[in-house]
């Protein structure tokens, strides 16, 4: 998990980095508030997202995704996957269980993860989503896209 108050977009010093960092307002729950934000032309980005790519078998990589997907995170998803797809001649699955929210430009992350992994002639689906990511999947209509499952067989098994 990323480091409370850690500056992404360049180095600070202390006291910059103490005037420009603020806490986020993601008015998404009642909790603790949420990791501080590096300021990047005037508006808070949040950067609460871990990554880690796991070698399945030879050519199949699965991408372990935890935290926030949104405007601020949705770069390390690519970064992830650049380092990936080389490994992932066969197959990427990503693992979206630990995802705690997604908003539109995590979704154009996922869309484009898998677009990326298709021009390679990999395969590449989403395998465990959070009811956060599944509820999102669905309202978007990009569920069966995603998943490679039928949002309708989904919903008659549970």
């Known amino acids: 998990m990323p480091v409370p108050g850690r500056v992404i977009f360049g180095r600070f ?3 910059e980095r103490d005037l420009r960092a603020t806490p986020a307002l993601s008015g998404r729950s009642a909790g603790p508030p949420a990791p501080y934000t590096a300021v990047r032309g005037g508006n808070a980005v949040h950067t609460d997202l871990e990554v880690r790519a796991t070698a399945v078998a030879p050519g199949h990589v699965r991408l ?3 935290g926030e ?3 601020g995170s949705a770069p390390r998803l690519h970064g992830a996957l650049a380092r990936a ?3 992932a001649t066969r ?3 990503l693992d979206l269980a630990e995802v705690d929210f997604v908003d ?5 992350a996922l869309v484009w993860c898998r677009q990326r992994v298709l021009a390679t002639g990999a395969a590449c689906q ?3 989503a959070s009811p956060a990511v ?3 999947l669905r309202l978007t209509g990009t569920h069966d896209l995603l998943t490679g499952r039928s949002s309708a067989t989904v919903g008659q098994s549970a």
């Open 134 to 136: 599944e509820r999102l």
């Open 104 to 108: 539109a430009s995590g979704l154009g």
């Open 91 to 93: 197959r990427l699955d």
């Open 64 to 66: 372990l995704v935890a």
């Open 13 to 15: 010093s202390a006291r």
């Open 69 to 71: 997907l949104d405007l």
């Open 126 to 128: 989403v395998v465990a």
């Open 85 to 87: 797809l080389p490994a």
